[in-house]
């Protein structure tokens, strides 16, 4: 038996690879087990990676002894289950966003943890990003001064996953571009910001897409390609503001299809300066330089946060280190992400608790 | 006595001098009086336009025979006593924005201008502009489809007017960012929807800038230069959510100064199509030609706004047609500027009666 | 003996091993042979490609039974003579562009294929591209009109194939420039005109780099390295005028080398709008929208046209489909071609037939 | 009465306007009598440019003996008449371009400029522009080597000029796009290559747009606006190719109107270097440094082409200097006008003698 963290990946699709890549580059840990209920995608990884140990059940990988902690990335509607049941084995998990389909899972999940004693990461890659990790300094170096609003915009012209598939089926996903997408720039966002408590929301969402499956032209698909016979009943786009008590606000636009240009930024106003993380690029400072109006572009070397991530993982595992992403945080996303689908069904502003 | 609509223009300042120029341009009126209360600049812009009846006090303008009609250029706060006095002194009026400071007081203007059964147009320029035009023509002929949410971004990084002068103290003016600039985009924006109602809003709104006025460093300012020993107790960032029914949202984000980028537009998204208008340059619509994802850009001849608005309401006062913007209209605005104020006061949404 | 169809390729050049790619990823064909003169390259490929059975003699291939349909992917001069020779041994022909030397043993290859009762492709693979799919749409859905005038610009700045080698030596190649891409965008725009029939021509072609082998500069080769003891003996530049009746026209400039910027697109002038197809890119379609100047740019999934049109000749062979460019079409090229090089000899306009 | 040289200038629209403020910026002569038929803009230029001597009737300027030269800046068909009365009254002629209605007129005029002994210049102001003389430099110095191809572009989207008026009347233009904008450009690329002798021509007119003259929309019209009860019965897309003997061919399109991108220029194919001449912007020179691949950009001062051409035709007309652009030349354009116009109509080929 290794010296390594023995890992196992419960779910082998896109993202279960990506988790499994990303552990090779980890000295302290080793992917020793696959699980998937697809046979033929689990033969075909097991092979692809070089792993021999194959599950189809995912309660035989918990009952694996030489599994020391697991990866989730499984649909959303699974992540509580499994999450709880891997911590009752005795597990450490890493848990793909979003953390579960609603803040009373993602409670459960806490509790599990807690009574496993075990530890709970959650996977919030965009933090792990250089250009996050710049935009983290200046707000901690005090360059933006006091901020006062944040603007999220991750708008998608035609980016659909799997229309029809599991992630635009409400019972399997929770939701659509909120719970898919969103919840990458609201933790991005809450996590520059020291983790503000949002106070209330006033949000609409609309399905204007999707539900004409066959009217909906696309260049390419994500986790495609489409089932015309399947079921889409979630959102595909969501508009807002959130407050935080009388300190600051938030607004959003998201979407994984509209008729406007794509655009995916998180934007921090702050009375000294305001910046702007696209996906990509140098970071843009926006503010003055001795009394004078000055724009100045950070460089920085680009990092692969899926490797960080589990690194931060397998420390936090190995008891060195605090997770990357905390499930109380997960729990305020969560919070949020329900107040923001109650205040579209109301109609109405909600208040968060 | 001349066959030519008369027109009494009062408050000669910048706008003041727009009015008379584009006034100029039209064949049925001509500018008979001006109007100014610093005796300086009433006689620099009566010998500039070439006009020689000069009144320091608008009630003696108003006595004079020959002027049939005015435009009311003054402060905000003045925008109603002036224009109800016009009205009872049975002239038509051209009413610059904002309307008036607050809801009560457009609806005065709307009662004297029935008292009286004389034309009340507003200055809403925008919708003359070549590209609103356009614009108009597709949401018309059906290019966009069923518009669920539009976008307005009106965002200057420093373009605060005149500060510590009237447009920054709320007794003069009524507000600062927002009724100042974002009038602008909410009419045209609501012009463009057939002028949906709004029935709800929250929203937020800063002062980070004008309060320190010492600190405040820019490279021009309009209707300047700043008076240190004034007064600034406005808006100079305003954001949020509204709602119009369940039919459809708005979103906001209006700044006369903010760490960002300039950036002015309002979007139009639509289930076929979408359209964003900024200031100036080609329209462009964001949709599918034949079910492909398409980029549309649309050419015009540009056009003289101020022109076309004052021959429009030229035409309304010779009783040849409808005034461009109606105080009806004007009364709606006001309406959503107080929720917005009410709901930022009270950290809260605000529903729109 | 599998059930797929078994392709024999000819030649294993660049274009062989392109055309050997391409039907492995066509479920219903595989390549059983492969055939070079070369045996060093011959080894070579049949071992990237993983296929043993390997001639150094066409007849050879031609005479095994398991081959029911090739690739005829060599130099120009032996195009006719092994077409021809293949339909005698009852094979389908997938034929690379130019068809042939001339329009005569164009003719001659169509009645080897009718006398043999097989199936002829030619190699047009501009055709399968995702943009010139897109126009052919907006052709056929009637955005352009009427088409009176196409613009064929082909211009290379420093772009002969192995100078010196068969692609300059007109015994081997028949021409230059002209035969060896001017075939492309000539085929790309009468297919897209439904295969206008061209009656007249006055055109030109000049030889002015690659007859002075040594003085010739430039940064890559395709085909290379140059062999300074070889022959130029054919057009490096061509320009001129075609006519299509009274309905239309089109005129070309073409160049393996010119002093000029790179430029690449075939241009259709309608009286409702024209279109402009690069090589890559958008489409970018130029008319108006309700009476008003519009570009619009259309965007696509990209395609694998080698694979595309593979499958299409299969499917043809296969008897379930029709070839995807056919030998009548080839003719009129090569009678175009014909006619180009006669107009230049004889510095006068030469009917076409 | 003045030393300097007496100037009428025939016809005041927009272009003797322009020759009117030219001479005045030439020492040696003086603007001393402006003609036009339409008396009230005859009245409206006197009193912009200061000139008393106004006539309505242009024998009466030709009587006039003050006035020693002219310009003739009246519609084409006047070119002819007007000219040949003017050298027979003893006068020096600047005659705008396009030199006449055909070759047989263009011949006439020089008769008669040869029986007067009087000198002709033409209007080809092009070759006065800054980057025109910075090529013909180029050229001179043997930059480009042996020119072998001129490619000519003046292609507009929308730019009929005056659309129903003298412009698009062949009984008063004498011909549309070609006549009224070919002329220029085909003038440029012949005095860069010191007059080559045109000796067959292929080309096509259309009339695409004008005669729908209701459904023609544009953003701006010179010499507009449009008279819907006038006539189009002229060309408003013209291409061909030109043959200079065996020596060098020349391939235009040119447009009025057409869905295509607006684009404009002359280019130089050498076998050393090419050149594009744009209507602006700096030179670009394509070739090879040193045996490398080189592109070269040649900055210049802009220069008043009009001044210079006025300058030039005084200095001529004072015996003291060539005209910049003879009577002889102006033949050969009509020549290649001619043939152009005749290879259309009859779909042909033609040879110019």
Known sequence: MSDKLGIGVIGVGTIGSVHTDAYAKVEAAEVVALCDIKPDRLEEKGRQHGIETLYKNYHD????PSVQAVSVCVPNALHAPISVDAFRAGKDVMLEKPMAMNQQEAM???????AA??????????RQHANSQVVKDLVSNGHLGEIYHMRVVRVRRRGIPGLGGWFTTKDQSGGGALIDIAVHSFDLALWLSEYWQPTAVSATTYAKFGPLMEDYHYTGMW???PDYDGVFDVDDYAT???????QATMSFEVAWAANTAEESFVELL???AGVRIGDSGPVKLTGELDGRLS???VQFATQDGFQIEMQRFVEAALGRGEPAATGEQGVVIMKLLDAIYQSSAEAREVTIS
């Open 270 to 272: 702050g009375d000294k």
């Open 117 to 126: 004693g075990k530890v709970l990461q959650l996977g919030m890659v965009l």
């Open 61 to 64: 990988l918990l009952a694996d």
């Open 240 to 246: 807002g503001s959130v407050r935080f008590g009388r």
């Open 108 to 114: 459960q999940i806490c509790q599990a943890r807690d």
């Open 295 to 297: 724009d100045t572009s």
């Open 223 to 225: 986790a495609g390609p």
